[in-house]
Structure formats: structure tokens, C-alpha cells
């Protein structure tokens, strides 16, 4: 367990491999522990670090504002303290959409990015996420918990069909604080980068699952409108989490856009 300290709190992270680093950011609701499989594999050729967002995980929850803005200038911080110039970042989820914007934001930082599941525009959110960003749903939704992991637990093979999504997801949600579920998720509600990512000039690869219930699948198209060359994987059987529901087409494509020569 490694971990950075900063002014909103301890920045928590975990380090496999040995190469050039290349950086993992987790969704809304989870942890590091989601790249555990993939770094496995990354790391016979790259020194990957997973990272905790503030609010999520084993990092800092109470200093921070759980925004989306907020966890782009904690990227900055790590790499910063790390040392490390610029790296590929792979993001989940609102870790893609976090990826992206950092890019936008520090092109100079950032050698390659791929989102998986990433809304481009926040509105993409199903309505279920979006009702969690309302404050007086999430204190009733937190006043009720054991209620609400149980009835997580029951939707999860409608999210994923992971064999250890059930209890991965589980985990995670036990380690959220009420501020960080509802203020990361109405932040990201409100996000939109279609004009920020035209500016991009590195290559960028969408990865998208048809049987996403969590993120609008379409959203490969909001990317490929604004970043014409990104390069689009579509996953037919996989829903929200490619990684867990088809792996190893996952990790193939993962290594061969991360060894492609950049233009």
C-alpha cells in the first residue's frame, strides 16, 4: 500500500512493473482494485499505477470537494510528486472522463488516452446516477445502506457479468462516504468536454460495451465527432465493465494501442 500526501488529504495508490509508467484511473463508486487483473498484464511492460480519487477508496474524504476539476489537479499532483513528465492514463468511467479533460488541460502531460465506459457528456448518465447526485436521495440512500448494497448486489448482473463483481462492488461501496457519492457523481452529471477535445493532437482509443446500463454507449460517437482519428472499439457482449466482462479482448487491445507508434 503507497500513498502521496496532499492538501486534501492522503492520495493512496498502488505500483506494479518495471518500463515506462502508465496510469489507471477508476470509475464512480470504485477503487483501484479494479485494475488488479489488467496491471498483471500491463505490468511485464510498463510500471502501472492505479490510483484512489479522494472520497473513494483508501485516499483522503474529507478535504476534498469530489469534483471532477478537483480530481484532474490531483492527476497533476501525483505525477508532480512522482516525478513522472508525462504518461499514457487509461480511465474507467469517470476516470476516462477525468483522463480526457486532463489531457485537454495539460496536453504536455500525456502521451496516449483511453476512456472505457466515459460519458463525453455528462447527461449520458443513466437516471439512476443522476438521482444519486441529488443530496436529500443520497442521505436516503446512506440512512438505509445495508438496504442499498443488498439491492446493488441483486442489480449486479445486470452491470456486469464478472465473476467477482458482486463482492468487488460490494467492497467499494463500503468505502464511500455520502459527500464523495453525491458530489463526484452530480459533478460529473454537469461535465461536458465536446468542445475542449478537437484540441487534442494524441491519440486517443474509446472503448465502448453495447450492453452498457450505466453510461450511453453512443457516446463513442460524441468522441469520434470531436476526435475524428480516435480509435473505436466497440465490445458487443460487455456492458459497463469491459475489463471483467471480456478480459482478455480487453487487455489485448489495451497493449496494442499503448505499443502503437504515435503519429
Known amino acids: 500500500m503507497s500513498s502521496i500526501t496532499t492538501a486534501q488529504g492522503i492520495l493512496h495508490y498502488e505500483v506494479y512493473g518495471r518500463g515506462k509508467p502508465v496510469i489507471l484511473l ?3 463508486l470504485g477503487t483501484w482494485g479494479l485494475w488488479q487483473d489488467v496491471m498483471a498484464t500491463l505490468g511485464q511492460s510498463y510500471r502501472t499505477y492505479a490510483l484512489d480519487f479522494w472520497g473513494f477508496g483508501d485516499s483522503g474524504k474529507r478535504n476534498s470537494t469530489f469534483q471532477v476539476q478537483e480530481f484532474i ?4 499532483q501525483f ?8 504518461a499514457p492514463l487509461i480511465g474507467h468511467s469517470m476516470g476516462g472522463t477525468v483522463s480526457l479533460s486532463y489531457a485537454c488541460q495539460y496536453p504536455e502531460r500525456v502521451e496516449k ?3 472505457i465506459g466515459s460519458p463525453i457528456v455528462g447527461t449520458s448518465l443513466a437516471l439512476a446516477l443522476k438521482l444519486a447526485g441529488i443530496p436529500p436521495i443520497a442521505r436516503m440512500l446512506f440512512s ?4 442499498f448494497r443488498m439491492g446493488m448486489k ?3 448482473p445486470l452491470i456486469s457479468r464478472g465473476e467477482d463483481f458482486p463482492e468487488m462492488m460490494d467492497r467499494d461501496l463500503s468505502k464511500t462516504t455520502m459527500d464523495s457519492f453525491f458530489r463526484s457523481i452530480s459533478s460529473l452529471h454537469r461535465w461536458d468536454i465536446r468542445q475542449e477535445i478537437p484540441n487534442l ?3 486517443v482509443m474509446g472503448m465502448f460495451g453495447l450492453r452498457d446500463i450505466i453510461v450511453n454507449p453512443n457516446q463513442w460517437k460524441a468522441l469520434k465527432q470531436g476526435v475524428p482519428e480516435a480509435r473505436i472499439e466497440i465490445f458487443k457482449k460487455a456492458g459497463h465493465f469491459i475489463m471483467l466482462d471480456e478480459p482478455e479482448s480487453f487487455k489485448e487491445k489495451i497493449l496494442d494501442f499503448l505499443q502503437e507508434p504515435s503519429q
Do not use: E, Y
Not at 144 to 147: C, E, P, Q, R
Open 26 to 28: 477508476h470509475g464512480w
Open 201 to 203: 493532437k494524441i491519440p
Open 79 to 86: 505525477m508532480d510528486q512522482m516525478g513522472i513528465a508525462s
Open 73 to 76: 489537479l490531483m492527476v497533476r
Open 113 to 115: 488516452v483511453v476512456i
Open 154 to 156: 441483486a442489480a449486479s
Open 144 to 147: 438505509s445502506m445495508g438496504l
